[in-house]
């Protein structure tokens, strides 16, 4: 129970607790030690093991050097087309889903539970199912091979998300508040805005957080609807991986996992607090 | 001229009649109460004068314009919530000015109003806090601010003291009373509280399953209950109401409660002019419960009727006893001064006030007399 | 004036290692021709790379040319318009340089429309010199039996896993092709190419899943699905014998910093004694472009393609042979495994003895291909499954997916 | 709570032009939302019915496809893990992101920093996951070949190899990834049961286990039902990690449902049967999502009834 | 043998000193109420009797036998929570067998003790159900029937009315009290309504800032509060205490309030014994609200003091008219019959109970007499 006094128990408690984590680490553990060992250390032993002398030229190879085919850059540039993909389609998505989700719960409108029904299906729609639909979307609005295409596709799949999330935080906020600012005066969009908003903040964390994850992480739109030199991260930590005429680089290779998780660990870092927070608010409705 | 009218107001939810064809004329600088039991309509009324719900059926009028298709900001109204709806991002000071940033007031105006009611309301300390940052009272005078701010034809409050402690609920009360004495506004309030109700109306409307039950001057619904249900449902304790039957000798009718057994209590009715046609007939007899006091009690001067009856049970509250007691072998409460403390078990002496005895149809509980 | 500055879009899923590093030599060369080279890597699995090509092709936006190879060539020509390469051809005097059976699958209506670049043989035996120190043997092993008998050898030196492999599909489907070719050529030919139904449930078949078996025990059941190249090392020191690869393997060592001398390369177990070679070309088919500079680029891209100096430069660089079967190979930068390839193909073809890579589809449509090599696989990893049962479900296989 | 602001006037044209930024801003997204959904779900259906290969093609083949993979082993064996992996990795994610929640919520030190310990993996790609445990569970170069260098040559891990026990591999690198999440639902969880009762268990003498097992743990049906939508949902769709861990294998032995409409859409050009194959895997789903919808539906009509 | 008794008891929280040194000792039997404003550290202490806290000091016996180190399901005592506390997964007869089934107490004598408190609370229809299907009023009889069903030494309820509404909590008060009366079991009691204190205790514990203020029966209380604290915070509307001189003349002892005012009020007391001792000094002057009433009124046959005072505002509730009034020039509430409605602005004559007048002493606001 939550009781401080008895120690036998909490000394067990603390000893389960620190397996798990040491558990859970492990596989960070490994690969940042990997990050740090030649490709010919690795070969020799296992991929378990500490590194003999620090090999940080692997950052280095894999920060601005390897090659995909013809473009030695290492991970610089695709980090970048990432970043140009997420950020966009995380903020796109979330305030779409935050004004939609506004919409369904505080504003009910004729069909509204129909229509946001069938957007929360799209949480399951499995993602094979959509690539040849995509693509002959993407081919009609003319944004095949365009970053703005992969926004497009990742605002309209994150609305499922953040709609429902966002909708279930909201419906929690007093009616009485709209009310009374319907009263004042205030429109559909100055409510959003001045009130629902600033209230968002636990909502929007979590729904940035995954959207962000999510799009940083994906790898069959990121290929195909691209060409060459707006590739995602993701493309080049697979051309690293799935070497299939190479000896494999697994230094390198821990090495660019590692600068290419970056972004995506330190927001769960940052975040992770109101995650679990915003994550009840918007799950257990 | 009607400050506001409202005629046959109707509102469905889906198969749920929630209002039922309500009339209400509430005249300029009227302080009207809306009192009924959890779930009766009240709010749903509010809401509708407010244009934040959509009648099924009926018109409303505000100051003698039809506002049935007016949206709430152009209603020339202010609404006070019971839960405040403070807009929590805001300060104080925002909170109060955002209905005139949205109606684009100019700033220096917009100053010069706050001014004003902050200062009425005593709030000039608060105006930069969060009303995260506030006590429930300075929430309860902000969310009022707010409204006073907009000086509309028609305040509307809905339970704006519920969420308030007892000795903070008394204090804002008084307040509330002394500022429509001041400012001479026309407010509806919503409340269940019907000590709320008695000392703050000018008017009151009991609501009862969508229907207005009496729409009368608080001593009026007092004494005079329009049916069973207003009779029961104003004042704390309610109204004994007992199973009898109206009789009549030479001077005039008398109401009995448990008639026939050893121990019948004989009323002698005065005044109640409307008991003629009942006589010979079951009737219910109310009696409130400060209408049964210890012997020596004098009501306005009038030797009283005395009774004895068996005590029960008594609660000493420290301010006066509240007696069970036997009447008839009807169960009803007295309330006694609290020096005296009758033995249960034993027989007392109790006085009545048999001018306000109240008698109400079984049938149709409407009041007789 | 008046011609267009030649450009080429092109979609490959060459992106890293040898294959990377050839495809990036001929955007050299493309440019130093005064070209602009629009390479995109898919970098993944060759689906990865088929997706994209389906997408640029739905949003009628093929690319001016594309890796594709075997069947598929047929299959992808089908479902949108190819450029007419036969007077390109034609001046190159290529087609008289190129194996008939494998000029056959780039011209499907007649007309050429893809060009194969480079060829690979998928059953070339890699011997690690140490190992064969270590197990006195100094024979190089042309039958079945020789093999077997190597790799006991091998085993009783203390090499506890005398065959280095990897555990992809292509892996294990390259033992069986390798097999079953060994075995017998004709058989190959008519069950595996041809699908014979008689020939699918042939002796051969079962005899061929045999040798496999063996092969399956011979090898380190931990490498599970990773690729051959994570044991180069382990072969090269002599800790692993033989390897059944195709020739690009040497790129990889070459890349990886191994020495040619430290292992051999010859044709693969032919029971028969010639050689059999099992075809695979890597290839790219032109797509039609309307724009003038891409369709000045697909020329000036054939023309390279089928440049002997091209193809030698591409193939030093990947350890293939070069299509043209006029290249001399007995120069500096070819390596003697690269001369016993060559020369094997040339035996190969005298005998009738060349026939299309399954594993590396080659011989199928990529469904077909897929579900046969599920069958493949699934037999090397599982070693309850009685060559016969294997028979069966191989021909299953292929009833179900025509 | 059922009550809401309904629109209050009926909107005359002059307002429905005022009010046009507002109808679009919520009508867009929500209806391009939704007609992707429902135009890619039928246009699957629809080329489920088509001989479709390379691309899609117009025709009409009844069955067939359905059939065909209805047949194939491959369909067979991934079904059949499904049942395993789903029940296996739902059951096992939920007890371990139980039990995580329950020692977080020993109102332990450094709890901030252990509960970012449990959340981290949700920041890293499947593809990444299903890698790096790929190196870790290999048996030649992972922890098996660790401990054998270690000299305990006799220790055996090798799951991955293994044909009946790679699929458990897939679980735990699944496990690991999203066990996380299961944590943070069930810890919020906990957190919000009311003091009050636990005082109450105490009282009543119920010890700390049994106070979890039957006051505590009981209250968190709803988060669990939810949990177990949210895992079972991944499960189904679990692709990137396995095609990364095992592709499928040793052999075909780890194929899932995913992995068998991918291959059959993009890998062997057969359009018709992947799209009939995610048919299938859509019909899975609703088999888990109806009876939640029903169970949810039920019990809002009891919440509005109480 | 006390039932309870808590001896020099400490809490602290950090630094924050809730519990001060309390001292109770509860005789078996007793309804001993805890009343405080919210914060004073009621739950607290409730807690720490239980078990469920341990304190920074002090002792704690129950039926003799020290307690500190017992675990709180060996205490002998049973709970009733703010919130019930039931456990919302188990059905009504669970909920009540839980504890026995935790002790192992047999089937059959789970079923028998189960039975029994089923038909003392009437509950007998609800076994089957979960709390979320019960009203409020059935959720606390459950809540009363686990309690009741371990037999304990000592209940221990910690506002278990509050979540009621009034009518209910009327009803639930009286059920409570004859339940005490039946079982005779020892009860300590938590609430911080003071009617509720004052009706069902035998003595009350005021608490205020983690002290025990007074520890009296609830006529002693009321009458005769110990200090300022304790006289504002029982009684609504509370206590007229305002600031006054005490002066003498022949006939003893005399109250003003307003002393060299034109409207001086000068009350003449009666058996305040203590007072002598302040004559010539100033004092907190302590009437209650309905020790003012109109004038015809009778105190317990005594001739009442009369006094004129200007009337600023009236609140009729029906039963009683509350009238703000200035004494001295001094505010006050007095509670009058409802049928006086002195106009606000004039001058009444009101009767003054002054034999129940209370005195404080400014400085330690303690009381004289
Ligand atoms: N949007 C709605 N849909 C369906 N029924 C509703 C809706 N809004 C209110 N009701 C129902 O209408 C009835 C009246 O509700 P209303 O809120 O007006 O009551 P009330 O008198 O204000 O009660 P309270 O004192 O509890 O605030 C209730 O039965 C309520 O459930
Ligand atoms: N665990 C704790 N840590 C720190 N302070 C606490 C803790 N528990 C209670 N307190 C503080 O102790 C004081 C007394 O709390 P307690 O709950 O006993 O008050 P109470 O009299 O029961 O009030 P209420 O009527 O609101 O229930 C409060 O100021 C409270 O904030
Ligand atoms: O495994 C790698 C090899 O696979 C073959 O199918 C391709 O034709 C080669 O180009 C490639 O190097
Ligand atoms: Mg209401
Ligand atoms: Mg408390």
Redesign the interface.
């Known amino acids: 129970?939550?009781d401080?006094s008895f120690a036998p128990?909490?000394i067990l408690?603390?000893l389960?607790?620190a397996l798990?984590?040491a558990?859970?680490?492990?596989?960070?553990v490994?690969?940042v030690l990997n990050s740090l060992r030649t490709n010919e250390e690795i070969a020799q032993?296992?991929?378990?093991?500490w590194p003999q002398h620090l090999a940080w030229s692997n950052y280095a190879k894999a920060w601005s050097g390897f090659c995909v085919a013809e473009t030695c850059a290492g991970i610089r540039p695709y980090m970048l087309n990432s970043a140009l993909v997420t950020i966009p389609a995380t903020i796109f998505s979330t305030l779409?889903?935050a004004?939609?989700g506004y919409?369904?719960?505080?504003?009910?409108?004729r069909g509204d539970s129909w229509?946001?029904g069938?957007?929360t299906?799209?949480?399951?729609?499995?993602?094979?199912?959509?690539?040849?639909?995509w693509t002959i979307?993407l081919r009609d609005t003319g944004l095949i091979n365009t970053l703005t295409g992969l926004v497009l596709i990742h605002t309209?799949?994150g609305?499922?998300f953040t709609?429902l999330f966002c909708r279930n935080y909201y419906?929690a906020i007093p009616?009485e508040l709209?009310?009374a600012a319907?009263i004042d005066g205030a429109?559909?969009?100055r409510i959003f805005w001045r009130i629902i908003l600033p209230l968002s903040a636990p909502i929007l964390i979590v729904t940035v957080i995954w959207q962000f994850?999510h799009i940083?992480?994906e790898?069959l739109y990121g290929v195909t609807f691209t060409t060459g030199q707006q590739q995602p991260v993701?493309a080049a930590?697979?051309a690293l991986?799935a070497a299939i005429a190479d000896i494999p680089q697994?230094g390198v290779?821990s090495a660019a996992?590692i600068i290419?998780?970056l972004p995506?660990?330190l927001?769960?870092?940052l975040g992770?607090?109101y995650?679990?927070?915003g994550?009840?608010a918007g799950?257990?409705k | 001229m009607a400050a506001l009218s409202i005629r046959t107001l109707s509102k469905r939810y889906a198969n749920l009649e929630v209002l039922k064809g309500i009339n209400l004329e509430i005249e300029s600088g009227e302080f009207t109460v809306l009192v009924g039991p959890s779930g009766c309509g009240k709010s749903t009324l509010l809401n509708i004068v407010a244009?934040?719900?959509?009648p099924s059926d009926g018109t409303i009028e505000i100051g003698g314009r039809v506002v049935n298709?007016?949206?709430?900001k152009d209603r020339d109204i202010a609404m006070v919530f019971q839960s405040y709806a403070l807009y929590p991002s805001m300060t104080v000071r925002q909170n109060i000015t955002f209905g005139m940033e949205c109606r684009h007031v100019p700033k220096t105006e917009q100053e010069k109003a706050l001014a004003n009611v902050a200062r009425l309301l005593q709030i000039e300390p608060l105006l930069g806090r969060k009303p995260s940052q506030l006590s429930g009272g300075q929430r309860q005078r902000v969310a009022m601010g707010r409204a006073l701010v907009r000086d509309p034809l028609l305040f509307l409050f809905d339970e704006p003291l519920s969420n308030l402690d007892a000795k903070l609920r008394v204090e804002m009360r008084m307040e509330i009373k002394r500022l429509h004495q001041r400012i001479g506004a026309t407010i509806i309030y919503v409340t269940h509280d019907q000590i709320e109700a008695m000392t703050m109306a000018t008017r009151i409307a009991v609501m009862h399953r969508g229907v207005v039950q009496q729409f009368a001057d608080p001593d009026t619904v007092y004494r005079y209950p329009a049916n069973l249900f207003v009779a029961r449902f104003m004042g704390s304790p309610p109204m004994n109401t007992m199973p009898g039957r109206l009789e009549a000798d030479s001077d005039g009718p008398v109401a009995v409660v448990g008639a026939g057994r050893p121990d019948e209590v004989r009323l002698r009715l005065h005044g109640h002019d409307g008991a003629a046609s009942y006589v010979g007939r079951d009737v219910v007899v109310g009696i409130r419960p400060e209408c049964i006091a210890e012997a020596s009690r004098v009501f306005s001067g009038e030797a009283p009727v005395l009774v004895d009856a068996p005590v029960e049970m008594i609660e000493p509250t420290g301010a006066e006893t509240i007696v069970l007691l036997r009447l008839g072998g009807e169960t009803a409460l007295a309330r006694i001064t609290p020096d005296i403390r009758p033995a249960p078990g034993a027989t007392a002496t109790f006085a009545l006030d048999t001018r306000r005895i109240c008698l109400f149809d079984p049938e149709t509980e409407r009041l007789i007399a | 004036q008046g011609a267009a500055k030649p450009r080429l879009t092109a979609i490959s899923q060459w992106s890293a290692g040898s294959d990377g590093a050839a495809i990036t030599a001929l955007g050299k060369k493309f440019e130093e021709k005064g070209g602009v080279w629009q390479h995109s890597p898919v970098p993944g699995?060759?689906?990865e790379m088929?997706?994209k090509l389906?997408a640029q092709?739905?949003a009628g936006d093929p690319p001016a040319c594309s890796q594709l190879k075997g069947p598929e060539i047929a299959?992808?020509s089908?479902?949108a318009p190819t450029v007419d390469l036969d007077a390109l051809v034609a001046a190159a005097g290529y087609e008289k340089v190129v194996a008939p059976d494998l000029a056959k699958l780039h011209k499907p209506g007649g007309k050429w429309i893809a060009l194969p670049l480079q060829i690979y043989s998928t059953n070339m035996l890699f011997l690690s010199k140490r190992a064969m120190d270590k197990a006195k043997a100094d024979k190089v092993p042309v039958t079945w039996a020789d093999f077997n008998d190597l790799a006991d050898k091998m085993k009783a030196g203390g090499i506890t896993y005398p065959i280095a492999n990897g555990?992809?599909?292509p892996d294990d489907g390259q033992k069986f092709e390798a097999s079953l070719a060994g075995i017998s050529p004709t058989a190959y030919r008519a069950a595996i190419m041809n699908l014979d139904k008689k020939a699918l449930e042939g002796p051969e078949i079962k005899a061929a899943f045999v040798q496999v078996r063996k092969i399956a025990n011979w090898m380190?059941?931990?490498?599970?699905?990773?690729p051959y190249a994570?044991n180069l090392k382990r072969f090269v020191d002599g800790d692993m014998g033989m390897m059944i690869m195709g020739g690009w393997a040497q790129g990889v060592l070459r890349n990886a910093g191994f020495k040619f001398d430290d292992f051999m390369i010859t044709p693969g177990p032919s029971d028969n004694g010639k050689p059999v070679f099992l075809l695979n070309a890597d290839a790219f088919i032109f797509w039609q472009r309307k724009e003038p500079d891409l369709q000045a680029g697909q020329t000036l891209m054939a023309q390279l393609v089928m440049d002997p100096a091209i193809q030698t430069m591409y193939s030093q660089i990947t350890g293939s042979i070069p299509v043209r079967t006029d290249v001399d190979l007995s120069g500096e930068g070819w390596s003697d495994g690269q001369r016993r390839t060559a020369a094997a193909l040339k035996d190969a073809v005298a005998n009738n003895q060349a026939v299309l890579s399954l594993a590396h589809n080659m011989a199928q449509?990529?469904?077909l291909t897929?579900?046969m090599i599920?069958v493949l696989?699934?037999?090397?990893?599982?070693k309850t499954i009685t060559p016969e049962q294997a028979v069966t479900?191989l021909a299953e296989?292929v009833e179900?997916?025509r | 709570?059922t009550?809401?602001?309904?629109?209050?006037?009926?909107p005359?044209t002059s307002d429905l032009v005022r009010?046009l930024?507002?109808y679009l801003?919520?009508w867009v997204?929500?209806?391009?939302?939704?007609a992707?959904?429902?135009?890619?779900?039928l246009?699957?259906i629809w080329i489920s019915f088509t001989p479709s290969?390379?691309?899609?093609v117009t025709g009409w083949v009844g069955l067939r496809n359905y059939n065909?993979v209805l047949?194939?082993?491959?369909w067979q064996i991934a079904f059949d893990n499904l049942l395993l992996f789903g029940s296996a990795f739902v059951l096992l994610s939920l007890i371990t992101g139980l039990m995580?929640a329950i020692?977080?919520?020993?109102?332990?030190r450094g709890e901030?920093v252990?509960?970012?310990?449990?959340?981290?993996?949700?920041?890293?790609?499947?593809?990444?996951?299903g890698?790096?445990?790929?190196?870790?569970l290999?048996?030649?170069?992972?922890?098996?070949?660790?401990v054998h260098?270690l000299g305990w040559t006799s220790f055996r891990f090798?799951w991955?190899?293994d044909?009946d026990m790679a699929i458990w591999t897939i679980v735990i690198a699944a496990i690991?990834q999203s066990s996380?999440?299961a944590m943070?639902?069930f810890?919020?969880?906990l957190r919000?049961v009311?003091s009050?009762?636990?005082?109450?268990?105490?009282?009543?003498?119920?010890?700390?286990v049994?106070?979890y097992w039957?006051?505590i743990l009981?209250?968190l049906?709803?988060?669990t039902i939810?949990v177990v939508v949210?895992q079972l949902?991944f499960a189904?769709?679990a692709?990137?990690l396995v095609r990364?861990l095992?592709?499928g294998?040793?052999?075909?032995?780890t194929q899932l449902p995913?992995l068998v409409?991918?291959?059959l859409?993009?890998?062997?050009?057969?359009?018709g049967r992947?799209?009939a194959a995610?048919v299938l895997?859509?019909l899975i789903?609703l088999a888990v999502?109806l009876p939640y919808a029903a169970w949810r539906y039920v019990q809002r009509r009891q919440a509005t009834h109480?």
């Open positions: 129970m939550r401080r128990s909490r408690i603390y389960v607790v798990f984590a558990a859970y680490l492990a596989p960070l490994v690969v032993g296992s991929m378990i093991g779409l889903g004004v939609a919409a369904v719960s505080l504003w009910r409108f229509i946001y069938i957007v299906l799209g949480l399951f729609l499995p993602q094979q199912m959509r690539l040849l639909p979307v309209i799949q609305l499922s709609t419906v009616h709209i009310r319907r429109g559909f969009f994850t940083w992480n790898f993701t930590l697979i991986s697994h290779q996992v290419a998780a995506t660990l927001i769960y870092l992770g607090r995650f679990v927070r994550l009840t799950a257990v | 244009g934040l719900d959509r298709d007016v949206p709430p | 699995f060759t689906t088929m997706n389906r092709i739905i299959a992808w089908k479902i555990g992809t599909r380190d059941p931990n490498v599970g699905a990773q994570t449509e990529n469904g897929a579900a599920d696989t699934e037999y090397v990893k599982n479900r296989a179900g997916s | 709570m009550e809401t602001v309904s629109t209050a006037t009926r005359a009010r930024p507002e801003m919520i997204p929500l209806l391009l939302s939704a992707h959904l429902i135009s890619f779900s246009w699957t290969t390379l691309v899609p065909a047949a194939s082993r491959n995580l020692l977080l919520d020993q109102r332990i901030n252990l509960r970012s310990i449990f959340l981290y993996p949700l920041a890293v790609s499947f593809v990444v996951t890698t790096v445990w790929s190196w870790l290999n048996p030649g170069i992972g922890i098996q070949k660790l260098d090798d991955l190899i044909r690991w996380g999440f943070a639902l810890l919020a969880g919000s009311d009050d009762i636990i005082k109450a268990a105490q009282i009543d003498g119920a010890g700390p049994r106070t039957r006051v009981p209250t049906w709803p988060i939810t949210v949902q189904i769709s692709f990137d990364a095992t592709n294998g040793p052999g075909i032995a995913a409409v991918y291959d859409m993009f890998q062997r050009s057969q359009l992947g799209a995610a895997m859509l789903l999502l109480a």
